[in-house]
């Protein structure tokens, strides 16, 4: 069964606060990880991967627990450009392919 | 780099007719290309995955005879959504592995290209 779950959303926070999204997967045999951030109307755009040790990028910090099926993503100082609704995106292998599973996404909204 | 470029962005047709969607990777070469579906307000559905030189792969419930998939190069793949009714009006995106992911990602990012509205009148 695969499947991708996320916080319903939305989220509504004033700039320059931080705000956590968090993703669990149920396929324990998922190999990547990744988070995608979707403008209304628009294709998804690669926000981070995210590896095992948990990585950061600027204001954005990606962290994965394998052995809850966890992943999390922290936005710091929030921008009102931020307002997009991410996406959980995980990478399931099998039969030679190559398929990412997309969560529905969590809806941000930045208010001034 | 990894710049995946669709056309036609918009199109409107009437019930009946063919509609061809396609797919490039501009800056690097693509053996495998998605293609998804998103109505609006849910989230992408994969509808089949494009490998260059072979058959496209069909998730379930997608008409393979219906939605044309060629892969006839490593930068382009086409969708053709033939005989679209006013139920296939969608919002068609594809996207592209990108072969050289970051480390640790196992090369398996996806870009994806800016999407095709398609509304069927």
């Known amino acids: 069964r695969k499947e991708v779950e996320q916080d319903p959303g939305p989220f509504n926070v004033p700039e320059g606060a931080t705000v956590a999204f968090n993703c669990t997967y149920s396929?324990?045999?998922?190999?990547?990880f990744f988070w995608y951030r979707q403008d209304c109307r628009k294709e998804p755009k690669l926000l981070m991967s995210v590896y095992s040790s948990g990585n950061e990028d600027g204001r954005f910090t990606a962290q994965l627990n394998r052995a809850s099926q966890y992943i999390s993503l922290l936005i710091r100082d929030s921008k009102l450009s931020d307002s997009a609704t991410y996406l959980c995106?995980?990478?399931?292998?099998?039969?030679?392919?190559?398929?990412?599973?997309f969560g529905k996404g969590t809806k941000l909204s930045v208010i001034p | 780099g990894a710049v995946v470029s669709q056309h036609p962005s918009w199109v409107i047709c009437k019930s009946g007719t063919s509609v061809k969607i396609e797919c490039r990777s501009l800056d690097f070469q693509a053996t495998t290309m998605f293609w998804y579906r998103q109505f609006p307000k849910q989230s992408l559905m994969l509808m089949a995955t494009s490998n260059e030189g072979s058959k496209a792969t069909y998730e379930q419930g997608v008409e393979k005879d219906k939605f044309l998939i060629n892969h006839a190069s490593l930068t382009l793949s086409t969708l053709t959504v033939t005989s679209a009714h006013p139920e296939d009006s969608s919002f068609y995106i594809c996207?592209?592995?990108?072969?050289?992911?970051?480390?640790?990602?196992?090369?398996?990012?996806?870009?994806f290209g800016p999407g095709t509205r398609l509304t069927v009148t």
């Open positions: 396929n324990s045999a998922s190999q990547s």
């Open positions: 996207s592209a592995q990108y072969p050289g992911g970051k480390k640790g990602a196992g090369g398996y990012e996806q870009y």
């Open positions: 995106v995980v990478f399931y292998p099998g039969a030679g392919s190559y398929q990412l599973t």
